[in-house]
């Protein structure tokens, strides 16, 4: 018979597994924590949008309160690196020993469609491969743009929508990128990646390690987005590390028999769902926390609204004629609900974070304002800016301001 949660429990379940559970400690966070939260949720996603700070900074932010973001740039990019980049949920910061689960992964990603592409891609140009792979030996990391030069290579863009109107060498070098042979050593300021070979990117025990096989690559992801998760469905499970539905649906089967995931019912949530066997309820959540549009709490949009009832969209990939609470708004975390979304811009000219738009949720508890105000001061700081400005757009505008103004 399957445990019975409410929602509330199921909550804090999934605010526990994510970190976001309890109040951050006071103080800067040590490079030893920062480690432990990227441990904890085994990818960041990575994106290149710089209206406020780039997204893979505010996970950690997030959950630890403010931290030196060159412990993160440490992780990735000094031997031995404890996070590398790779196609996981879209382009993230993972953990090495994820690397060869998601190259097995990869093969059938959307149906194997990326991955016919771009075997496609390194067939039709052989020479250019191995002329990209030799000045990579000899001459290490380079961007694109960087290798183009190098080689003298100059063609016609591409004019076909896939690929971002790539130059051919930027479409071998993601190619070389997706099935391995070469990796991301760092990101330049332009956030470009930086290409080196694989084996001077990943450790040595990873690099050594017997490469898994299809069942065995989706039971681990599958088993380690579960955990992330706290609980979820299939399809929360499936799209943390974007392996196949199919596939993750037999792996849920298999871990279920094992007694490694738990089936459960939630009241209110009408789903089947799965708890990880190490999962705990905490008493209490009453954690505070503004959350990257990329954060991995509210990846999954249905999972997001089911646990939280909080309807959730990017607004820089929606015309701005149909954004209803702006372009880049980030959930607020309060407690264990999601209390408001906050619509923000480093405005770094003027040293300020500026709230360009502020709504409540309905329900919101009576403190938001006043907690929302000391969340964005905090953040302020940790940005480097003086001051934080509130813009009269929202339903929660006018009591922000005050309580910023009062903080």
Known sequence: ?????????????????????????????????????????????????????????????????????????RLAHRRPRRLVEYWAHEASLILPELYPLFLERSKRWKGGREEAYFRRILYAHPDLARSVLAELEGHGPQSASQMKVRLEHDEPRNTTNWGWNWSVVKQVMEALFWTGQISSAARNPQFERLYDLTERVLPPAVLQAPAPGQEEAVLELTLRAARAHGIGTVRCFADYFRVPLTETAAAVRELAGRGLLEPVTVRGWDATLYRHHEAVVPRRADGRALLSPFDSLVFERQRTERLFGFHYRIGIYTPAALRTHGYYVLPFLLGETLAARVDLKADRAAGALLVRAAFAEPGAPAGTAVELAAELREMAAWMGLADVRVEPAGDLAAALGAAVAAA
């Open 1 to 73: 018979m399957s445990a019975a949660l409410s929602l509330s429990q199921a909550r804090r379940i999934a605010l526990d597994a994510q970190g976001l559970a309890r109040r951050r400690p006071t103080g800067p966070a040590t490079a030893r924590a920062v480690g432990r939260t990227a441990q904890r949720l085994q990818l960041i996603q990575i994106d290149s949008v710089n209206v406020l700070t780039r997204s893979q900074y505010l996970p950690v932010f997030s959950r630890l309160g403010s931290y030196d973001i060159e412990d993160l740039h």
